[in-house]
């Protein structure tokens, strides 16, 4: 016999539990039964999440680091990117899932089960090894189905982060670096990342926006070179890696699965295709829909509108990236050579009206953009 919930959280990463905890704060949801299943028992640091963020989230008391300015370079500019009201956040996986299984925990109303899921079903039926659950509503992000159609553009963000601790106190804390594409191209767009939490630590992270991943060997080199050339380290420690592909694709994701079934997460199409940041996606979107759930609408009810102007946005970017007939760091430098960093990251964050857009526009390389958005658009 099925166990019957009112809600299903299929999956318990960045999105399930975050939803899971949106649903907590509404106090018309205190009565549902809700049930959150995952395959692992989600206690190991599996990624670390950064994230600019204006607005205070209920994961601010667990960061393990925050900093109000980040660095820019590239080869002919380099900035300091002075980004209030936004803070560039840093959280580490094993500290969200510990924050929000404590909240699990002291509810009344939230059960979790580790389960492998094998399949859910239209009508909201979902098949895990030993049982069948069924819930109003299954909120899926364990199953992650990414089209592939001719014409669309599927790139990937790919990384490779060494969390180092050096012997000697080299980092500055106050100047994280957020790219700097002052290193070989080879024909990509490729940056590093360096997040000082100390004088001591820091995360440093070779990125790859591209068609193809590269072999192990070629991100640890670029680090290696990384951390002896540019950071002049002369001995450190790699306490922790981290490695990771994010879908960068302008494929129509599908928002749910039936009438019953929704996607959230990367299932869902809460990454930006343009820069593959996700978790503040996640957070916005998911609070939504326990907000709807909360005033009886639909989950996706002002999520799912027909035609989104930075789908179109992400796409003309994607198309100029694929195409590579103009190299990406040109592209980033521009926009934080002319535009102040609150509007780049306004822009990316999806909050800008038609104006700021073509100011936006206005500061990219126009000949390139135009004539990838015709191709775009006809
Ligand atoms: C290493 C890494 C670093 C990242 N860093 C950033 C970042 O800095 N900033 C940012 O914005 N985005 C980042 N991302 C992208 C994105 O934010 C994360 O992938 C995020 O975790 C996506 O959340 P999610 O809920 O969609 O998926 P997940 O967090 O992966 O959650 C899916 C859950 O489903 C479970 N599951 C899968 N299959 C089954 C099954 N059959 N049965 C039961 N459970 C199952 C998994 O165990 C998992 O817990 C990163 C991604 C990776 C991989």
Sequence with gaps: MNQEFDYIIAGAGASGLSLALYMLEEPALKNKQILILDKNAKNSNDRTWCFWQKEKSPFDQILHASWNELFFHSPVFSKVLEIQPYHYKMLRSRDFYRFCFRKIKESKNITFVQEEIQEINDDGTVICESQTFKGSFVFN??????????????LLQHFKGWFIKSEKPVFDPKRPVLMDFRIDQKGDCRFMYVLPKN????????????????????????????????LKLESYEIEETEYGVIPMTNEPI??????????????????????????????????????NLAENKLPLEGLDSKFDKYLL??????????????????????????????????????????????????????????????????
């Design 141 to 154: 992000s364990a199953f992650v189905a990414i089209p592939k159609t001719e014409g669309k553009y599927h």
């Design 254 to 291: 599908p928002k749910k699965q039936s009438g019953c079934v929704i996607n959230i997460g990367t299932a869902g199409g809460h990454t930006k295709a343009s820069t593959g940041y996700t978790f503040a996606f996640i957070q916005k979107k998911c609070r939504k829909i326990a907000s």
């Design 313 to 378: 946005y992400d796409s003309i970017f994607l198309r100029v990236l694929s195409e590579k007939n103009f190299p990406a760091w040109r592209v980033f430098s521009e926009l934080f050579e002319k535009l102040p960093p609150k509007t780049v990251f306004d822009f990316l964050d999806e909050n800008t009206d038609l104006l700021t857009d073509i100011r936006v526009m206005n500061s990219t390389h126009i000949p390139t953009f135009l004539k990838a958005a015709l191709k775009e658009i006809f």
């Design 199 to 230: 004088e001591y630590q820091a995360l440093v992270e070779y990125t790859i926006f591209s068609a193809n991943l590269l072999q192990e060997e070629e991100y640890e080199f670029a680090l290696e070179k990384h951390c002896l050339e540019e």
